[in-house]
């Protein structure tokens, strides 16, 4: 897959993020595949894409987990928007993207989340078939991350009758 520009619709520049926190993870989030970062089972690769920030994560337990409708995402200007369940089978991975790609507004009663994928990889590492394997949601188009700013990220995972929390600062700079 080719590594493609990271500039602003708007064309006001290139973009860049960093992870704050937790502060053993703070660093530059680089393009298209960043370090595996491994936490309760959940293995973590968080890289840029474009404008985008990808949270690629994998379930690496031997049971299901599910990404909780406890997980939110904080924008810049302190607003939540929730993160629509989803299970995880061992193995099995999922993304959420952020800004998202086609931004929709669901209405004011319904949950509001990230761009989200799920799908399962077989022994080798190869996706299984995306159309059947992969499951998106979309942020609303009130989620605000301007530059020089920072969002954060709790993502709640349920397994079984423990449950996982963990949670991300990134900020985001516009760069010339």
Sequence with gaps: MAI???SLLAGCGKVRYAIVAPPQNRGEIVP??????SRDKIDYEIFQLEDKV???FVNRSDVPVELSSQSVLFDATGHSFSIEPQTLAPDQSGQVIVPPSNPIS???SSPISAEVRIGGYDDGGIVRD????YGSATLSRDFRWPGGRTARFRFVFIAGDKTITHEWTLSRENVK
Excluded: V
């Excluded at 298209?32 to 970062?37: K, N, Q, S, T, W």
């Excluded at 995306?130 to 394997?133: D, G, I, M, Q, T």
């Design 130 to 133: 995306e159309r059947s394997a």
């Design 32 to 37: 298209h595949a960043g370090p595996i970062i």
């Design 54 to 56: 990808i949270f690629h």
């Design 4 to 6: 493609f520009s990271i």
């Design 106 to 108: 669901r209405g004011p």
